[in-house]
């Protein structure tokens, strides 16, 4: 590292890339905020804005309950979970499955021809809410595995680990195909039944009521999973249709800043490459342009 040449710019310039870095910051922290408004608004159309998971010491099941759902670990007859499901069964809507389809589509990168292009996701990319196509296509001969396919307004949720929230809309338009994990459950809107967009319901499902459900649910210590057929029959109440385009909008909002955090902060780093090359003036001209575009 001690031969590594750094260059000697000014204290104006410095200035300028120190201020453009804080506001990618600024703007991808309005980003996170703006998905927080959006679960705050579901929440509150739902009537559970104030709930959190009840802990009780000790409770209890019957044992017709465990024998129809075929498990016998206590976790998954945890009373917050039954509390938030009868919850939202309370109000008038239907559950998840009658809703949107399951998509088991899946990619076979050695029935594709090897230099066919696709978007590969993995799960860890579905932390972030939006899979989009700033994902960097590769060739279907550098895929190993078996994996799903989505389409743009697909909505992608990871079985794996609920805790970490790894669901995510799926933009990234159909000119290049998309493929993920074989970990990813894909869901799509019943046709005919498009009055909860897909934003809406990662929103929900993001959110404590559902993600108590699926906590409760997961089977396994090392890789904990929960099922296809749990997360299908979560209550969806209509009162999430009604708020719908609201919460789309809001988080539409919060993706295009998050888009644009991420404009500045490449424009800065283009900035410090142009500085080197062609100097000071013209990589200002630059950050004026990428600036006044973003």
């Known amino acids: 590292m001690d031969q590594l040449w750094v260059p000697h710019l000014s204290p104006e310039f410095e200035k300028r890339i120190s201020q453009t870095v804080l506001n990618a910051r600024t703007t991808q922290e309005a980003s996170g905020t703006q998905l927080q408004r959006a679960e705050d608004t579901l929440l509150a159309a739902l009537g559970l804005a104030d709930w959190t998971p009840p802990e009780p010491l000790n409770y209890s099941a019957r044992a017709s309950d ?3 759902a075929g498990r016998l670990d206590a976790q998954y007859f945890m009373p917050a979970k039954e509390q938030v499901r009868q919850s939202l069964a309370a109000l008038p809507g239907r559950v998840l499955g009658d809703r949107v389809d399951s998509i088991r589509d899946i990619f076979v990168p050695d029935r594709a021809p090897p ?11 579905a932390l972030v809410p939006l899979l989009d196509a700033e994902k960097e296509p590769q060739a279907a001969g550098e895929i190993g595995s078996i994996k799903k396919t989505f389409k743009d307004g697909d909505l992608a949720i990871s079985r794996l680990r609920a805790y970490l929230r790894e669901i995510a809309v799926v933009r990234t338009g159909d000119d290049i195909p998309s493929v993920g994990s074989s970990e990813f459950i894909v869901l799509r809107p019943k046709r005919g039944r498009r009055d909860i967009s897909p934003e809406t319901l990662m929103v929900f499902l993001r959110a404590t009521p559902a993600q108590t ?4 649910c997961q089977d396994g210590s090392q890789h904990p999973r929960f099922s296809e057929g749990d997360l299908l029959s979560i209550p969806v109440p209509d009162a999430v249709a009604g708020v719908s385009d609201q919460i789309t909008t809001i988080v539409q909002e919060g993706f295009a800043a998050r888009y644009k955090a991420r404009q500045l902060l490449e424009a800065a780093k283009r900035g410090v490459e142009i ?10 001209a630059f950050l004026d342009k990428a600036e006044g575009a973003s």
Do not use: C, P, S
């Open 275 to 284: 500085a080197i090359e062609d100097g000071e003036d013209a990589a200002m």
């Open 115 to 125: 230099d066919m292009l696709v978007r590969n996701y993995d799960v860890t990319d």
């Open 213 to 216: 459900i699926l906590k409760w």
């Open 66 to 68: 465990a024998f129809a």
